[in-house]
């Protein structure tokens, strides 16, 4: 019997002490920015999938609902939660406002963590599964350190802001620039002569960009093609082999006739030529593949009524 009693007072402890633990996570993303704007705090938004989404489930368990993930963020950030779950255990409202965010933010997969300042900026963050809180906590504190960076160079100008901002860029990963435009456009308004060296990179991914949404709104691979014809172009030079293999296998997806299928292979070897280390690799593939140009086509055919 008194062992019972323990026991159940145990369980009566934990049950007080548990809340004091307790992460907050917001679920109404305009209501997370009043919040930290009051409390000047920066924002951590999981992008997450969290009835289906295993990696998802995994950070959080593993990471963010501990014990010392809660010490770590209570003084830094504000918890907002943009959950995208198969379950209906959200309003449609709710659903749709997340939906939305998703895209606003460019959220690729899941889970995507966002660190972001009072108004919604991204900061840095990271996507993808990770296990430890030391793995969180390192690209979380680099985000962190962008904030403060950015509010350095609010109160600076010419060649000291250009250099502050260049390093906020350059402290965001890769996956995420695409959410560091507004960074991006103030480095190319600050430094047209090119002074810190990114400019060409830059230009790129504006570019990149530009042409993912032209893409975007193809009602058809027949008009995606038309549009990556056109790009081809204009097109920069780092971004040449990405649209070159596009244009590839739209160029092979669209064929009706054998001379499609030739300028399919012209293409291919304009990829060879961008990729030195590949190059004979490239062209020996190439030169196998169309080695019979007719029955390739009708392979393709084949392949394409099966598919309708």
């Known amino acids: 019997m008194l062992m019972f009693r323990n026991t ?11 809340p004091a633990f307790a992460a907050e996570w917001i679920s109404d993303f305009d209501a997370a920015k009043a919040k930290a704007a009051q409390e000047n705090k920066a924002i951590l938004a999981d992008f997450t999938g969290s009835d289906w989404c295993g990696w998802c489930i995994r950070l959080r368990q593993s990471v963010l609902d501990t014990p010392a993930f809660e010490a770590y963020a209570k003084d830094k950030f504000v918890l907002a939660e943009i959950d995208v779950p198969q379950a209906p255990k959200l309003s449609p409202e709710q659903m749709q406002k997340n939906r939305l965010l998703c895209e606003q933010y460019n959220i690729q997969g899941f889970p995507t963590i966002l660190v972001m300042d009072a108004e919604g900026r991204v900061m840095g963050g990271f996507s993808g599964g990770k296990t430890s809180l030391q793995d ?25 802001k250009l250099q502050t901002l260049v390093k906020i860029y350059n402290n965001i990963p890769a996956e995420l620039k695409e959410n560091a435009a507004y960074i991006r456009d103030a480095i190319l308004a600050l430094d047209p002569a090119n002074a810190g060296g990114i400019k060409t990179t830059l230009l790129a991914e504006q570019q990149k960009e530009k042409f993912k949404k032209e893409l975007a709104t193809a009602q058809s691979p027949e008009q995606a093609l038309a549009m990556l014809e056109r790009m081809k172009g204009e097109v920069l030079p780092p971004n040449r082999t990405e649209l070159l293999m596009q244009l590839f296998t739209l160029k092979m997806e669209c064929a009706n006739t054998v001379e499609d299928l030739l300028a399919a292979k012209a293409i291919l070897l304009e990829v060879a030529e961008t990729m030195p280390d590949r190059k004979a690799a490239i062209q020996a593939a190439a030169e196998k593949q169309f080695a019979n140009p007719a029955a390739l086509l009708e392979q393709i055919k084949t392949y394409r009524r099966k598919t309708k």
Not at 8 to 18: D, F, H, R, V
Not at 137 to 154: C, F, M, T, V, W
């Open 136 to 160: 969180v906590q390192a690209p979380l504190d680099k985000g962190l350190e962008n904030i403060r960076l950015a509010q350095q160079a609010a109160t600076q100008q010419g060649d000291e």
């Open 8 to 18: 159940l007072l145990i369980a009566a402890i934990a049950t007080m002490i548990a």
